[in-house]
């Protein structure tokens, strides 16, 4: 694995404050990040761990076929970053004139796709500078109507082996702080705590207990957000997982504790190492059954060209 990380120093605070750390990070220049470890020219990144094996290894963890929904319902009112927007509008399609009056119903929306609501980034969402995942470059990949290279199609449907991680529960808390950073301590006391090791090729849900804003107060649900550090993230790379997902709406902690950087788990995951992020899982129900290990299904719509897309996964037990 090719060094991105340059820990100065870390100390962490309590959970229901700010985790102060003096962590640095300097993004891998091309020739240190490229081709990826899947080969040069590869627009799968970890999807390319979606094998036959894995999807078996998932199917052998439904046992009774409960089904929890994590995806959350799209509406005007949920949190939005910035400027995005859902719109909807009903439209009557059809007033047809025979003996049985059929009438049809649709909706026109308006709206990000590929990134509101519960989502999956995919790898043209981010770069270091103009450079993408496997250093396809801005220039030569981004038209007014999508992108050539590593669009959200690409991903597929994925099926493997879930894992929760719930630190809000491994903290004795129903959610963490505003700006908490997550450690990889952290991280390994509540896998622990669940007596579950991660696996190559997991999807690797983090819950923080933040989603309890969700539709509740979405100012301070999009304001700030706890979530894994630059050290987590980097230590969930090494486990090597097919995505990693979060109830928050980005995955790491915002801000990062050094003013200096903006989002670099972003950078490491979907830029440097190819690994889709999940974004504002539904993760109460999840948590509250205390159901760590599980069937995970997720499948990105095919939207040629784009940068996410609005998913809904499921867990099935």
Not at 48 to 71: D, F, H, Q, S, Y
Not at 209 to 218: A, H, I, Q, T
Not at 288 to 299: D, G, L, S
């Amino acid at each position: 694995m090719r060094p991105t990380m340059l820990i100065i120093a870390a100390v962490v605070l309590g959970v229901g404050s700010t985790a102060a750390s003096a962590q640095s990070w300097r993004p891998p220049t091309d020739a240190e990040r490229c081709p990826s470890k899947w080969g040069a020219g590869d627009q799968r990144g970890s999807g390319n761990l979606m094998k036959p094996e894995a999807v078996l290894r998932a199917a052998r963890l439904i046992r009774t076929g409960e089904v929890i929904e994590l995806g959350q319902v799209l509406h005007g009112s949920m949190p939005f970053f910035g400027p995005r927007i859902f719109n909807m509008q009903v439209k009557r399609t059809n007033m047809l004139p025979e003996s049985n009056r059929r009438w049809s119903n649709e909706e026109v929306v308006t709206t990000e796709l590929g990134q509101v609501g519960t989502q999956i980034d995919g790898f043209a969402h981010q770069t270091i500078g103009n450079g993408l995942y496997n250093c396809f470059k801005l220039e030569d990949t981004a038209t007014r109507n999508g992108f050539t290279k590593l669009g959200i199609e690409n991903a597929g449907a994925l099926m493997t082996r879930g894992v929760l991680i719930d630190v809000a529960a491994a903290k004795n808390v129903e959610m963490l702080g505003e700006t908490y950073e997550i450690t990889v301590q952290d991280l390994q006391d509540a896998l622990k705590r669940e007596n579950v090791a991660l696996q190559p090729g997991d999807g690797v849900i983090i819950n923080t207990g933040w989603g309890r804003l969700w539709g509740k107060d979405n100012v301070r649900y999009m304001k700030t957000e706890p979530g894994i550090g630059i050290a987590a993230a980097e230590w969930l790379i090494r486990q090597d997982p097919m995505l990693v997902g979060s109830d928050n709406w980005g995955v790491e902690v915002v801000h990062n504790p050094d003013p200096q950087l903006n989002e670099p788990v972003h950078q490491i995951m979907l830029v440097v190492h190819g690994v889709h992020l999940l974004e504002s899982l539904k993760l109460d129900e999840l948590a509250a059954k205390r159901a760590y290990e599980f069937a995970f299904m997720v499948q990105p719509l095919k939207i040629q060209g784009a940068t996410g897309s609005t998913v809904a996964p499921v867990a099935i037990r």
